[in-house]
């Protein structure tokens, strides 16, 4: 298996003749990376505007025509409906799913389960205070931010997607579920219910002490982690990690668990290292 990051949330998941995309935004996204592929799956965790805000014009490119056919797209039945707004994918291409609910495509099983969004502000009313403050000093991409956003189902659930390959193989994304707040019967739940060798989830600065927890709760074989917002923070100059630090750290906590960290746009991760 190869996996290959897009910036922010998006990530590629590529074995045999099947590619999976999770949260495909932004100019890195291309069909370059998914045109040889016989089975494209693109799923969306949410209705956020870095996770559902460019896929819509992607796949009413000109350059999208010829993969149309190939193409399946999984998430709630807001965001199916606002992505396929203009009706390319056919009925039975788009997969409107529920929490706990399974589907099947070309061999590929794929579960949905729900989590609970990381929080928008840091601990502790200072760090919030200026948190805002960074945010404030940007009045015209919040603006910009604000006015994309009305147009998306932002009220949509969040959804984590576990994937089983014929071969056995099995992917859990997490998304933006893993944080400091996230509730112990919702992981120990996901834990014995979709059990998986890779793990992927996004990290942020404040989350870091509390992900420890989740890992060994869910207890991956790997775990690859991304920054989802970090084009934001740098936008916003708010603080970040250092994932590949941070990567280090784990893995000197968890010897028998390879971490690796997503960073540069293009960068991809495989079976052989």
Not at 19 to 38: K, M
Not at 83 to 96: K, T
């Amino acid at each position: 298996m190869k996996i290959q990051y897009h910036n922010w949330s998006g990530i590629t998941l590529h074995q045999g003749d099947t590619v999976i995309g999770f949260d495909l935004y932004g100019e890195a996204v291309t069909w370059d990376s998914l045109r040889e592929a016989g089975t494209i799956i693109l799923c969306v965790t949410h209705g956020h505007p870095e996770h559902v805000g460019t896929l819509r014009a992607l796949l009413e490119l000109p350059e999208a025509r010829p993969y149309l056919a190939r193409v399946h797209l999984i998430s709630s039945e807001a965001v199916t409906r606002h992505i396929n707004a203009s009706g390319l994918l056919a009925p039975e291409q788009v997969h409107a799913v529920r929490d706990g609910e399974q589907i099947a495509i070309n061999g590929v099983q794929i579960a949905i389960f729900t989590w609970v969004h990381m929080p928008l502000l840091p601990p502790g009313f200072r760090a919030s205070a200026e948190y805002i403050l960074q945010l404030a000093l940007h009045p015209l991409d919040l603006l910009r931010i604000g006015w994309q956003s009305l147009r998306l189902p932002l009220n949509a659930p969040q959804f984590g997607f576990h994937i089983t390959y014929p071969d056995g193989a099995t992917v859990l994304n997490y998304s933006e579920g893993v944080h400091r707040l996230t509730n112990a019967a919702e992981v120990q739940q996901v834990a014995r219910d979709l059990p998986a060798e890779t793990l992927l989830f996004a990290v942020e600065p404040d989350d870091a002490q509390a992900i420890p927890r989740w890992v060994e709760m869910l207890a991956p074989k790997a775990v690859v982690i991304y920054e989802a917002h970090r084009p934001w923070r740098d936008l916003f100059r708010l603080p970040f990690i250092d994932l590949e630090e941070y990567a280090g750290v784990l893995a000197g906590r968890f010897a028998g668990i390879a971490f690796r960290a997503l960073i540069t746009p293009g960068q991809t991760i495989s079976d052989e290292g």
